[in-house]
């Protein structure tokens, strides 16, 4: 009797071991599953290893703030940014404006959501040789038609694409139809070095450059001047894939900007430099995305 009762049992006890295995790797693998990682990245600097050093106090910072792994991965150029958000190789950026509108025109849904205090009030100076008699005027200066133009460079945010823009808002005309001849010089610096030597007429700067340029006594106010100042308009700034919702769950993407705003600490905003961060839209951006439409460089 005790054999036989025995041998029930054991029997029972092997029919029910694969539905406890099969339970217990299920809570292992629920219970031992890591959190996919959030991975950012930035449009490089010149010094790429001191870039890296910044940014992955600022991974650490996001990865406590959103309670998931948060990683920095560095690019090489800004069009290699711009591919790993396609890519989806990053998931979130700090874009400059061209750069920005690039990256999310090619990933449906994705969003501007953060900008420095700073970027909301960036402004290009129209400059110009002192031999052209133009004047600073608030009024945008119309005879620049029929000059010698440089632009920095063909992707420069602030030296080609919103210049175009005020181009053509107060002219009605494309630049290469306004002036007599139109270049890229490269560097804002350069820009100003060669409508001070008199090589170009008239040409465009941002202000930080100018300022910056300025304070170095590279520039020689009795040779080259500023005669009009843009309005502000909004560049840099945070942009975030458009699926980031369905990867990391409902409301995550307003918690990553939130956690962008609330970044106060000084030695964090040093990395970019920036004062603080407030709130972005893609709206902000569409004179920038509907130009570099029109001039094809955006499809």
Known sequence: MISTTIRITFLLTMSLLPLYLYASNANSSVTTQE?????????????????????????????????????????????????????????????????????????????????????????????????????????????????????????????????????????????????????????????????????????????????RDLAARRINLNKVSIIWKSPTYSNYQWSVRGDIDSVWGKGFKQKIKQALINMKDPKLLKAFPRSAFISASNNDYLPILNTAKEIGLIE
């Open 35 to 211: 959190p996919k990682t959030l991975i950012f990245s930035s449009i490089p600097d010149y010094n790429q290893a001191q870039l890296k050093q910044r940014f992955d106090k600022i991974a650490r910072y996001l990865s406590s703030e959103l309670a998931i792994p948060v990683k920095y991965a560095p690019v090489k150029s800004y069009a290699s940014a711009v591919t790993a958000f396609k890519n989806n190789q990053i998931q979130l950026a700090w874009f400059s404006g061209l750069s920005g509108v690039r990256a999310r025109s090619l990933v449906p849904g994705s969003e501007a959501i953060a900008q420095g205090i700073e970027d909301a009030e960036f402004k290009t100076y129209f400059i110009a040789n002192r031999s052209t008699g133009i004047k600073l005027s608030t009024k945008f200066p119309s005879k620049i038609a029929g000059k010698n133009f440089t632009f920095a460079s063909k992707g420069s945010t602030s030296g080609r694409i919103m210049p175009e823009f005020f181009i053509r808002e107060h002219l009605k005309q494309s630049s290469d139809e306004v002036f007599n001849r139109v270049d890229f010089s490269g560097s804002q610096s350069r820009v100003i070095s060669l409508v001070q030597l008199g090589a170009y007429q008239v040409g465009v700067v941002n202000f930080k450059v100018w300022q």
